[in-house]
């Protein structure tokens, strides 16, 4: 069984600052890495995925992740952030011998950003 | 395409009552899944599907029941609802080729059990 932990659930942040979102998490077995955002009142969309290869991983909307295996850890990162990063991010993980690509997330980091 | 999506948007119940959400995708996606989603909790698998005619429990199915009688539509049930179901309910699925894909999101069922 795996286990995902959030630091951090709210990070309010003024435009144009970086933001790092923190993510560990715990397994027995490898994993796929993920960090999906959900903006208000809408379902949850893919920002980025870590599958393997390079550890710095690019995604949509300027945002990035590495994934640090000694560390258990996958943060998300963006240099500047906009208003409309106004969001909650949510990272997951998929373990890699179970059939049915099934995802556990953590509890969430609310990100608030302020003009 | 429409993706995947969730009828109803919204709903009341009172304890004790009975109802079926229903996920469709038009994707053509091998499997789904159901989640709910609490405060501080993140979401949390409740049943999911890798074929027509096959389900399989999640992280926590009590209470709940599935059904995939056809490949895309998977619908919830709650056969005697309680407070504690009180959630926003996700909708999702995914492509089953090798490898791990991405899963594709609902907008989600508000339910408010009293």
């Known amino acids: 069984a795996q286990s995902v932990t959030q630091l951090d659930s709210q990070v309010p942040v003024f435009e144009e600052a970086p933001v790092e979102l923190r993510c560990n998490y715990s397994s027995s077995v490898s994993v796929y890495l993920f960090w999906y955002v959900q903006y208000p009142n809408q379902g949850l969309q893919l920002l980025l995925k870590y599958l393997s290869g390079s550890t710095l991983v690019k995604g949509i909307n300027g945002f990035e992740a590495e994934f640090n295996k000694s560390q258990t850890s996958f943060h998300l990162r963006k240099p500047s952030v906009h208003i409309s990063d106004t969001a909650e991010y949510f990272c997951?993980?998929?373990?890699?011998?179970?059939?049915?690509?099934?995802?556990?997330f953590g509890g969430g980091t609310r990100v608030l950003v302020k003009p | 395409n429409a993706g995947v999506t969730q009828t109803p948007k919204f709903r009341v119940l009172k304890t004790g009552q009975s109802m079926t959400l229903l996920c469709a995708q038009d994707?053509?996606?091998?499997?789904m899944y159901w989640y709910r989603q609490d405060p501080g909790m993140g979401l949390r698998l409740i049943h999911y599907?890798?074929?027509?005619?096959?389900?399989a429990k999640g992280e926590v199915p009590d209470g709940y029941n599935v059904s995939r009688l056809k490949k895309q539509n998977f619908l919830l049930g709650l056969e005697s609802a309680a407070p504690s179901q009180t959630s926003v309910y996700f909708c999702?699925?995914?492509?089953?080729?090798?490898?791990?894909?991405?899963?594709?999101f609902g907008p989600g069922t508000r339910l408010t059990v009293t």
């Open positions: 994707m053509n996606h091998e499997y």
């Open positions: 599907s890798v074929g027509e005619g096959t389900t």
């Open positions: 999702a699925s995914s492509y089953s080729g090798t490898g791990v894909h991405e899963q594709y």
């Open positions: 997951a993980v998929s373990d890699q011998a179970t059939a049915g690509n099934k995802l556990t």
